[in-house]
């Protein structure tokens, strides 16, 4: 029986008394947990007078070397009910922004941003942030089942299948902000598997360059202390183009900004454009959705499914055209202040049919900041200066942006 539940422990990820920490191990931007088996879950959250930062792990209990460092002092470990609890003194204010366990289960990774006391302060009232370990499933055949006799008992082996992560029930990505600010998601461009372009000026990739200025982007607009943001991703990670936007929708963004860096055969090719959706894309995207049979989720706060198609149609294509001309008001926003500041085409604005930018009910546009294949560029985007520079540029477009539709109400 003690091999059967080590077994379904390894399998399963199914909690048992042996079950505890091995190491913590803290770094300057990240924590490291490494059990000594599969847990069934986390969470994390932080708490004031003192600064500390909890994680709870369940299912595993407390034990093994913990080691210090960064923006931690110390690091204590503890029972608690179903499973232990790690504990984190802060010798400055820090969050946690992402975590995520390895594949078997066996580590949890928790990325750590430094951040100003306020900040900090409205951490300790955001409440939890939960992990689920996304172990391989198998199928199980015990030894005194019936259906045990059918199988071939000449062969002895095992195989599992790994289950693909649910994106239904992806974690929404956390909000930093005032709660009364409009909320602007960023979007880094490409990630994971998808590379996106390469420059060939030292072979930096489009996803890594895409990351950082969303993270600049964030800093810069949360230091303005007018809009909330959130990021798409805030690590290495692919996302589909659908899951971009629909991330944003189901927050309730104001603004949605998609980060990417251009690429051209023609290695003079410089200088930042911005997209919008062009209008036969438009004309198409609300036909496809005025045909929808499921309407309920097409316009935030109004059930189509009720109302006639003629209806339907005419209010998508109101609302469609309403979003497009606010998508490119701030394209031209965001032109005016990255004029002189980083290097635009001469006709920076343009118009595509890109999946991006196809939800019907918020502003959204691409920003290309440059050219990976141009060395100036690519230097320019590889830069922290050139990345505050482009950061600046959102920034002063976004409060424009916002100082006028409340004056336009």
């Not at 909330?228 to 991703?233: F, G, Q």
């Amino acid at each position: 029986m003690g091999a059967w539940m080590a077994f379904l422990s390894i399998w399963f990820g199914l909690p048992v008394a042996a079950q505890s920490v091995d190491t913590v191990d803290v770094a300057r931007d990240r924590i490291t947990i490494r059990l000594d088996a599969p847990a069934a879950g986390a969470a994390s959250f932080a708490l004031g007078s003192p600064d500390r930062l909890v994680v709870d792990l369940d299912g595993v209990g407390p034990g093994g070397r913990s080691e210090a460092g960064g923006a931690v002092r110390a690091v204590r470990q503890g029972p608690r009910t179903g499973g232990g609890r790690i504990v984190f003194d802060l010798t400055e204010p820090a969050v946690v922004t992402d975590g995520r366990f390895s594949d078997d289960g066996r580590r949890l990774t928790l990325t750590l941003r430094g951040v100003a006391p306020d900040r900090f302060a409205r951490a300790t009232t955001a409440g939890r942030m939960r992990f689920q370990p996304q172990l391989a499933m198998a199928t199980v055949v015990p030894a005194w089942s019936s259906a045990a006799m059918i199988v071939d008992r000449r062969q002895r082996a095992t195989a599992s299948v790994p289950v693909p992560r649910s994106r239904r029930g992806q974690r929404l990505p956390w909000i930093e902000g005032d709660a009364d600010r409009p909320l602007v998601v960023i979007d880094a461009g490409h990630g994971g598997h998808d590379p996106g372009a390469i420059s060939p000026h030292g072979g930096m990739q489009e996803k890594d360059l895409t990351l950082k200025t969303a993270r600049a982007i964030r800093d810069s607009l949360l230091a303005s202390g007018r809009v909330r943001v959130a990021l798409t991703r805030d690590r290495d990670e692919f996302l589909v183009l659908q899951e971009r936007y629909a991330i944003a929708r189901r927050l309730g963004a104001s603004l949605f900004i998609s980060i990417h860096c251009d690429s051209a055969e023609n290695p003079d090719a410089t200088g930042a454009s911005i997209y919008t959706l062009s209008e036969v894309a438009s004309d198409r995207e609300a036909a496809r959705l005025a045909a929808r049979e499921n309407k309920a989720d097409i316009l935030a706060g109004v059930d189509l499914g009720r109302q006639s198609a003629d209806i339907s149609s005419i209010l998508i294509d109101l609302t469609q055209r309403e979003t497009m001309n606010a998508s490119a008001g701030f394209a031209r926003l965001l032109g005016r202040e990255a004029t002189g500041v980083i290097p635009l085409k001469p006709n920076y604005h343009r118009m595509a049919s890109l999946m991006v930018l196809k939800a019907p009910d918020l502003p959204s546009i691409l920003f290309e900041t440059g050219y990976l294949s141009n060395e100036a560029d690519a230097q320019r985007l590889d830069s922290a200066e050139g990345r505050r520079a482009i950061a600046k540029s959102v920034e002063r477009a976004v409060e424009v942006y916002f100082a006028r539709r409340l004056a336009a109400r």
